[in-house]
């Protein structure tokens, strides 16, 4: 099942989201459903609070992403439930990022380059990985998700005060954007 995608505005995306518990029912047909949302709206990373859903959720599906031009990133597509970010290491670097929540909109964020995150998989198998370029990008911002938090919370103060009116259209519904959406208002 297709869900709509929350759009900026609104407070789900505010939210800092709950843990599942491990006898949530229908966990795996949720995840499944969130591969076949971001799939739909073509997104890399999809996290449970875009769907309405305030859950520590995620998943990614970065394997037709290119890293620096040329190299691919095969075999990333994860979901990701629980996730504790244990640690971010190395330089902060800059990257064009976008979200399916703000529709049409990108802005360099910069992050630190590693991750360290433990998850259970969809299998209920605890992990415990590193990560790095731009799968610790992805990660990092699915994860700001599930605490409230949207990439641009995280760009120059001026760049955002131009981005007002198309914040506040997209709040409204007004984007132009080929996947279903839903507005605080609605
Ligand atoms: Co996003």
Redesign the pocket.
């Given at each position: 099942m297709i869900y709509p995608i929350y759009v900026y505005g609104s407070p789900v995306l505010r939210k800092k989201a709950i843990e599942i518990p491990e006898d949530y029912e229908k966990l795996g047909q949720l995840v499944d459903d969130m591969f076949e949302t971001m799939g739909h709206s073509e997104?890399v990373?999809?996290?449970a609070p875009?769907i309405g859903l305030s859950l520590r959720l995620f998943v990614i599906d970065a394997t037709q992403v290119e890293e620096d031009d040329e190299e691919f990133v095969p075999d990333f597509k994860k979901a990701f439930i629980n996730p504790v970010l244990l640690d971010t290491k190395g330089q902060e670097v800059g990257y064009n990022?976008?979200?399916?929540?703000?529709p049409n909109i990108r802005e360099d964020v910069f992050r630190p380059e590693k991750v360290r995150i433990r998850y259970f998989d969809s299998e209920w198998k605890l992990q415990d990985e590193e990560y790095d370029g731009i799968r610790a990008r992805i990660i990092q911002?699915?994860y700001?998700?599930l605490e409230g938090i949207?990439?641009t919370d995280k760009i120059n103060p001026l760049r955002k005060r131009l981005l007002t009116g198309k914040l506040n259209a997209i709040s409204k519904g007004r984007v132009d954007v080929d996947y279903k959406i839903k507005t605080a208002a609605r």
């Amino acid at each position: 099942m297709i869900y709509p995608i929350y759009v900026y505005g609104s407070p789900v995306l505010r939210k800092k989201a709950i843990e599942i518990p491990e006898d949530y029912e229908k966990l795996g047909q949720l995840v499944d459903d969130m591969f076949e949302t971001m799939g739909h709206s073509e997104g890399v990373g999809l996290a449970a609070p875009q769907i309405g859903l305030s859950l520590r959720l995620f998943v990614i599906d970065a394997t037709q992403v290119e890293e620096d031009d040329e190299e691919f990133v095969p075999d990333f597509k994860k979901a990701f439930i629980n996730p504790v970010l244990l640690d971010t290491k190395g330089q902060e670097v800059g990257y064009n990022e976008g979200c399916l929540s703000i529709p049409n909109i990108r802005e360099d964020v910069f992050r630190p380059e590693k991750v360290r995150i433990r998850y259970f998989d969809s299998e209920w198998k605890l992990q415990d990985e590193e990560y790095d370029g731009i799968r610790a990008r992805i990660i990092q911002h699915e994860y700001d998700h599930l605490e409230g938090i949207l990439f641009t919370d995280k760009i120059n103060p001026l760049r955002k005060r131009l981005l007002t009116g198309k914040l506040n259209a997209i709040s409204k519904g007004r984007v132009d954007v080929d996947y279903k959406i839903k507005t605080a208002a609605r």
